[in-house]
């Protein structure tokens, strides 16, 4: 027989995708090379014209189109996410109304933070001018996502890039594609233009050649991977916004109500079994409550249902979506166990074929300690007792991360003061995480949790380039600075300067 294999266009590579719940292959994405991105991002620039030239209101059509889609198929959409992330049927539920809610907030603020700025002045030499900055788009926005949300921190960073009038390649988490798959079709749907929208498949030689190929870089994700993907963009100059890890300090003052931080510690602490980024991912109890604190929160734990969530109700915490995450939490509480630390409850990997492993809550840490050093990235909550607030300030702030932190007491207004000093880019009194709803509040990282933010003006304007444009109302024939030099002009405009300028205020 004779050998075709030798002539045939190489087979394109690809990855399994896996039901980490059920510990099963639900299927296979092709990997997108740097070729085939290439033809995604030249389809995506030409169509982008295009898709600009419709302005505002065209945009936001598409996009609300795509919110009522999302809303006829949001089983199909939930059973999507939940499929691939192992997540339960809530924690999925939570990022369909975060995505609907994105598509309204986008559709509608869009045009006014996008809006050309008048901007006043005052100086000898701008007297008459108007002066305005406008906004453009920077034409092709590439987006790299993580896998703990994948239609949250994947697709809705592509909204606002899209209202501003760019086109965008979203390069998923190779560990969950398949909601970007279905985020396509919904797109498609809704009307949106050939091409203006694509998903480019793949593992990190397809995130690097997004990097290459896009004018802006989203990326979300480890923070290991956000250095690579901004030394890569360095050599194109290519502007990049790093949403990254986080290690949550949640700092639980004596007069705090402690049945309502206990609720929270167990909730934010094992939300999607822990996998998010602005989570309770360690916390700090003032000793005179910390065996209260530590007792409501175990009880709660206690009464956790785990296990495969394929409805409402069913469970409370879900499987560990990545394979190599359940290594890291498992070497975390190893390590803590070995330094003195006490399990109170949980500790162990689950058994049965899908990948979970069990809420657990550990006390008697330290800082030298991974599990309060490291992002763990799973259900897990270690829990230290403190002297004073000073010392939960301490320690709170003694972390390469930035992301996200939270004070729980009665005083308020002492809750706002500390959580002034607190390292981090959101810091909330008596709650967590839920500042992501506040689509208008910036949201990123500070020191090794990121660069940039998304939400709020700076969550559309960075996808665009400023343009400063400057009109000459009313002209003289020739002004003052004007050559030729002349000692009474000279004069004239020292006098002006120090006018403006020789004041006390
Ligand atoms: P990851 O860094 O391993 O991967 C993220 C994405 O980058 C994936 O799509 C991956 O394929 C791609 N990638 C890998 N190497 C690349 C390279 N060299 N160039 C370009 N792209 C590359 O992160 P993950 O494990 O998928 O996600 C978990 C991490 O994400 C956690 O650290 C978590 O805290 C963080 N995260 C942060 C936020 C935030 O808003 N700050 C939100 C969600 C998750």
Not at 165 to 191: F, H, I
Request: overall charge neutral.
């Amino acid at each position: 027989m004779a050998d075709v294999t030798a002539d045939s266009a190489p087979a394109t590579r690809t990855i399994d995708v896996e039901d980490p719940a059920r510990g099963r292959t639900i299927g296979q994405i092709p990997v997108l090379d740097e070729r085939a991105v290439q033809e995604l991002a030249t389809r995506g620039r030409m169509a982008q014209v295009g898709w600009n030239a419709m302005g505002f209101d065209a945009r936001a059509d598409v996009l609300h189109r795509s919110r009522r889609w999302l809303m006829a198929n949001t089983d199909r959409m939930i059973k999507t996410i939940c499929d691939e992330t192992g997540k339960t049927y809530e924690d999925a539920s939570l990022e369909v109304s975060i995505a609907a809610q994105s598509f309204r907030f986008w559709a509608k603020e869009s045009e006014r933070y996008l809006a050309d700025e008048p901007i006043s002045h005052f100086t000898p030499f701008t007297v008459g001018k108007k002066v305005v900055v406008r906004y453009e788009p920077v034409g092709l926005v590439g987006v790299v996502g993580p896998w703990n949300y994948p239609l949250v921190n994947a697709f809705c960073d592509c909204v606002p890039a899209l209202m501003a009038g760019n086109a965008v390649v979203l390069k998923p988490s190779e560990v969950t594609p398949m909601t970007a798959l279905l985020v396509q079709e919904m797109l498609d749907a809704a009307g949106m233009p050939a091409d203006v929208f694509s998903v480019a498949t793949g593992d990190g030689g397809t995130g690097g050649a997004v990097v290459d190929a896009a004018d802006y870089v989203m990326f979300t994700g480890s923070t290991a991977t956000g250095r690579k993907v901004m030394e890569r963009a360095a050599k194109t100059l290519t502007p990049v916004s790093l949403e990254l890890g986080g290690k949550d300090p949640m700092i639980v003052l004596a007069d705090a109500d402690l049945d309502r931080a206990a609720n929270a510690a167990a909730y934010y602490g094992l939300l999607n079994s822990g996998q998010v980024c602005i989570s309770i991912e360690r916390v700090y109890v003032e000793r005179a409550v910390h065996d209260e604190f530590v007792a409501k929160l175990v009880a709660n734990v206690r009464e956790l249902r785990q296990g495969v969530s394929d409805g409402p109700g069913v469970a409370e915490v879900g499987a560990l979506t990545f394979a190599p995450q359940i290594d890291i939490v498992e070497a975390h509480v190893k390590d803590a166990v070995e330094q003195g630390a006490k399990v109170e409850i949980g500790g162990r990997r689950g058994a049965g074929p899908g990948r979970f492993f069990e809420p657990t809550v550990l006390t008697g840490v330290t800082h030298q300690m991974r599990c309060m050093r490291e992002e763990t990235f799973g259900p897990t909550i270690p829990v230290m007792a403190v002297e004073d607030a000073e010392e939960a300030i301490r320690m709170a702030n003694d972390s390469e991360y930035g992301l996200q932190a939270s004070v729980w007491t009665k005083d308020i207004a002492r809750g706002e003061a500390i959580a002034r000093r607190v390292e981090a880019g959101a810091v909330l009194v008596n709650d967590a995480l839920l500042n992501y709803a506040v689509m208008g509040a910036p949201m990123g990282g500070w020191k090794s949790s990121g660069v940039g933010s998304r939400h709020g003006a700076n969550g559309i304007r960075k996808y665009c380039k400023t343009q400063t444009v400057v009109s000459q109302r009313f002209a003289l024939k020739k002004d003052l600075n004007m050559f030729p030099y002349t000692p009474l002009k000279s004069k004239l405009l020292g006098r002006v300067v120090k006018a403006a300028y020789d004041r006390k205020r």
